[in-house]
């Protein structure tokens, strides 16, 4: 069964870093993309990039360009969103997604709150 | 690749048809334009993708259709746990986008 498990909700204070998880399960993790998708509080669905296991290979929106990274540890099948520096408006759910196209298969998302 | 559905809000009764529109600014391919449905609480589920080819296990009351800028979401006849929040997606141009969304409410 293809499942995609995603770290707790956090709390954090703006100028803070975050790092948050993706753990792939019931199939090949390097085979396939894995994405990102913000929510922000009652607004609609952003795609913010997406990463190739298998070599690395990543590709961001031009909007999150330079404010998140993505990355992935093909070892332990897990996907990872990171934060250098929070800001308010970074509060929201954040999804991953497997495919670089249409996504069947979504993880439960992380409510990530920046708040002082 | 901006995408604007119609309307906002789609207030109807169970039973009653649904015709939801997605209108993408420039022209998009049919093979790469899907929809979702959300539920409060719950990641996005995928129902269409290539525009018209059902996800697997959606009911076959859910269809899609249309092509270039235009693309239609129609669901036959509402079921009570039809009641939710609406999204097409295009995923043919750099980056994939989403429309803001158009929720169905029970009447």
């Known amino acids: 069964e293809v499942q995609l498990v995603q770290s707790g909700a956090e709390v954090k204070k703006p100028g803070e870093p975050l790092k948050i998880s993706c753990q792939a399960s019931g199939f090949s993790f390097t085979n396939y993309w894995i994405g990102w998708v913000r929510q922000m509080p009652g607004k609609g669905l952003e795609w913010m990039g997406i990463?190739?296991?298998?070599?690395?290979?990543?590709r961001y929106s031009p909007s999150f360009q330079g404010q998140v990274t993505i990355s992935a540890d093909k070892s332990i099948s897990t996907a990872y969103l990171q934060w250098s520096s929070l800001k308010a408006s970074d509060t929201a759910v954040y999804y991953c997604?497997?495919?670089?196209?249409?996504?069947?298969?979504w993880g439960q998302g992380t409510l990530v709150t920046v708040s002082s | 690749i901006v995408l604007t559905q119609s309307p906002g809000t789609l207030s109807l009764s169970p039973g009653e048809r649904a015709t939801l529109s997605c209108r993408a600014s420039q022209s998009v391919s049919s093979t790469y334009f899907a929809w979702y449905q959300q539920k409060p609480g719950q990641a996005p589920r995928l129902l269409i993708y290539?525009?018209?080819s059902r996800a697997t296990g959606i009911p076959d009351r859910f269809s899609g259709s249309g092509s270039g800028t235009d693309f239609t979401l129609t669901i036959s006849r509402l079921e009570p746990e039809d009641f939710a929040v609406y999204y097409c997606q295009q995923y043919g141009d750099s980056p994939q986008t989403f429309g803001q969304g158009t929720k169905v409410e029970i009447k």
């Open positions: 990463i190739y296991p298998g070599d690395s290979e990543t």
């Open positions: 290539g525009a018209s």
């Open positions: 997604v497997r495919g670089s196209t249409y996504s069947y298969y």
